[in-house]
Nanobody
Framework: QVQPVESGGGLVQAGGSLRLSCTAS????????MGWFRQAPGKEREFVAG????????RYADSVKGRFTISRDNAKNTVYLQMNSLKPEDTAVYYC?????????????WGQGTQVTVSS
């Protein structure tokens, strides 16, 4: 089973950018559909972005469309989330995991996540 390891979070001002990375411990991401999720304090974990293995297509939550970009580098076994024009409401712990193709439902292991804090 793929065990994700997230990194790249931090503190940024509103309007700034961050790039999150997700690598796999123990196995390759090859062949898997991958997704980014986030959980803000006191809220449910929510879907942010997903990338289908083949053909490579992407999906986004309405709240991040046009600002976030998910991508993958198969040679590096890494999935990225480029986050631009960040808003205070993007503050959350961000996680990546394997997802189903049809509904982007998570079905894999969760990592520790990486904290993103956006100041106003």
């Amino acid at each position: 089973q793929v065990q994700p390891v997230e990194s790249g979070g931090g503190l940024v001002q509103a309007g700034g950018s961050l790039r999150l990375s997700c690598t796999a411990s123990g196995r390759t991401f090859s062949g898997y559909n991958m997704g980014w999720f986030r959980q803000a304090p006191g809220k449910e974990r929510e879907f942010v972005a997903g990338i289908i293995w083949s053909p490579e297509t992407t999906r986004y939550a309405d709240s991040v469309k046009g600002r976030f970009t998910i991508s993958r580098d198969n040679a590096k076994n890494t999935v990225y989330l480029q986050m631009n024009s960040l808003k205070p409401e993007d503050t959350a712990v961000y996680y990546c995991t394997t997802v189903s193709r049809a509904t982007m439902t998570s079905f894999g292991s969760w990592g520790q996540g990486t904290q993103v804090t956006v100041s106003s």
